[in-house]
């Protein structure tokens, strides 16, 4: 408690000898994007059968607290089983990425959601608060639960 006390102590004199105090740089989602483009491309076309492309699909999960609730999970729990996307069947596997905090994965989702998915409808950018409660919500799920989870959030 008194170290609490002394860091704001020292933070009130900073302010109010109009210092500014570092501010914690945003995450940058298209640098994060580039461990996804290994197997999504550097474009989002995915690869035929194995790793979906990252396009309307995406806009539209996007759209729905579940789809939502999916894209989040597909990063920080993976994602595993058959899925279908844009009417064909996709088999690959995709490993948590579990090193990833909050802000990046929203930085990252917003990436694609901006970026790399453009049709579909309008985009609504994650926020770090949502990605915690979301992570928090799923965090028993394996990849294989969140792979059953598609069709429910709007997987076409």
């Known amino acids: 408690m008194k170290r609490a006390a002394l860091a704001f102590a020292a933070t009130t004199a900073a302010l109010a000898a109009g210092l500014t105090l570092p501010v914690r740089a945003a995450p940058d989602g298209a640098a994060i994007y580039a461990r996804c483009a290994a197997c999504h491309t ?15 699909d995406f806009r539209v999960m996007a ?10 999970l597909v990063v920080t729990r993976g994602v ?5 996307v844009g009417g064909k069947p996709y088999a690959g596997v ?4 579990a090193t990833l905090d909050d802000a ?7 990436h694609v959601g901006t970026e790399i998915a453009r049709t579909g409808p309008a985009f609504k950018p994650f926020a770090e608060g949502e990605l915690a409660a979301i992570r928090a919500s799923g965090a028993a799920l394996s990849a294989q639960d969140v792979g059953k ?3 429910g959030a709007g997987g076409q």
């Open 42 to 56: 550097k474009t989002g076309a995915g690869v035929p059968g194995v790793f979906p492309p990252l396009g309307e």
């Open 63 to 72: 759209a729905s607290e579940a789809g939502r609730r999916y894209l989040a």
């Open 80 to 84: 595993s089983g058959p899925i279908k």
């Open 94 to 97: 995709m490993p948590a990425q």
């Open 104 to 110: 990046s994965v929203a930085a990252v989702l917003n």
């Open 149 to 151: 989870l598609h069709a």
